[in-house]
């Protein structure tokens, strides 16, 4: 299901093949956001000429609208929104535990509230993989309690002991003998609540797992000690996931530490706030220096928008509001990403990894080469 | 410069190649809407696909952002939107004429306010022409005075005067050769001030006429009227651009009386606003009855939105307010008014163009068909 293809000897980057039943997903891997079954502004041909071969939805979010049912009667979620790669779906955990949804957490599950009719519904870890199976994506991640950021040792005790059994809730109601089960490891960063949360998940011999809880409040040493202790705990031979992390220089430094998998919002939601990644940091564009400036964003960019786009034109449609701009920007954004990983696993390949990110990080960081 | 290829004898209807700098334009023909360099939420690729090959921006809105020597600089229209096809220009003369303007009409030409600085500026005939040549659109269209619907006799005469003064002006300050320059007819829908204005202007010559000031209040009876008066008038050699003018029935109704030329935001507009059309009318795409409705639009359409799309998958986006879904809406309707184009030619070469309409208007306005 897993197989490491080559491992570097100078850091912990590898290079790996995940075989789902959609796809074969070559790793490190980058995956876009589709929360509500569409990554916002673009169209699955273009996830796929990006080079996308896994995206990411949200079951908590395709289970209030349009409905698991509905989905699955349209044939899954693939044929739903016609995209024939790998489909990861998260739990939701991290997304219904916010204010909005007026949540209270029991061991049962968690409690929340359906803006739609104002009624309290539960959301169990069983609920969870019945719509992930009805969905039909290739990767299910199991229902999570993540402690927002600031929680104390005895807070995370709890979420840590929840997530546990909730884990092995969710792997006796697995349903869906096609899809793959990830757990989520929680713990914040504790370092003592973060081993025994994977340890204890680690024996429940999960498909992959995915590393939660981080990239939120945080300071990024704290962030990285906390991964680095997580990737000693789980297995090599599994596929590790670090969830919601998407700036470049971070990805790069994860993937140093043997992360393989990546999801964030991050380069289409920046992209709809007109921030776009080149090689030289990032590029605001509408910053007014590039009323009259006829180059693409990136002169070294392969994407559809480099190629026949230029930033004038980009800071124009900006300026005017016009939808084009917020697609343009994403599609450059998400290739960009893609473009990464593919230049990483080829470094991971040739054992040139640690040069590589660091020419990377250094060019990316300096203000003096900003175009 | 415009070759008449097939003429229906049972009908005014007539099949044509009209020859751009950029661009062979198979007539009769549709330009969606690019007032600002941008056809809302598409790329040009997508635009082509769907068998465009013209489409219509405007001098005005350009002018007043980004400003036409940009547009030069970056190379002309052509290159800064990426539109390898023709494009015509209007002048912006129906689009100053507005409110937020606070414009002023003079022999002179239109003065207007910006309200970047609240500076009052003059919009010329001049003027007019010399952002066009500099804009390097295939098509310019002289700018015109549009009196609203309902002016008086003298009001409208006054306009015409105005028009037929600006039409020789333009011609005078055609600045460039490779441009073809059409007028536009106006004349309210009073027959002698039409018939005036139009038999001044072919006097003049110029390479093709725009029927202008129609479509904005007046009853459809009237409408057609004042477009088969005008047609009489405009020499058989010239093509016939009915401005303003995209929905189907209206446009095969205009065909059938010999136009050769349309333009319209009547796709792209409705598209935003979830409503599409079929051949058995248009549907709502928020229509509750679409939620499970697996399936396409319309089931004989060739569309990329057709082809990977449900209506359920439709409702869903727009539901979730989702960009993507104006974006598919705007790809099926434009494919929609390019393929009845494309069929109307068809039609016309085979003489059962009068067939084809009257089947295609008992489709489309039969409710009981309605999916």
Redesign the interface.
Known sequence: MFEIVRQEKMSGARVGKLTTPHQVVDTPAFMPVAT???I?????NEIREMGTQAIISNAFHLYL??GYE?IQ???GLHT???WDGAIFTDSGGFQILRKEFRFKLNNKGISYVNSRDAKRYMYTPELCMEIQGALGSDVAMVLDDCPPWGSTRDEVMESVCRTVNWGQRSLDARCNKNQLVFAILQGGTYPEMREACASRLVDMDFDGYGIGGLSIGEPKDVMHETIRLNLTQIPPEKPRYLMGVGSPVELLESISLGVDIFDSAFPTRNARHQTVMTRYGQMDLRRSSL??D?RPIDEKCGC?TCR???R??L???F??S???A???ASIHNVHFLQELMREARNAISEERYSEFREQFKREYSSPANTA
């Open positions: 509500k079954a569409t916002k502004t673009l169209t699955p609208s349009p509905l009667e349209a044939g739903f929104m016609d009323v009259r006829f559809y026949h786009f230029s004038a034109y800071y124009h449609l300026k005017e016009e939808l084009l917020m697609r343009l």
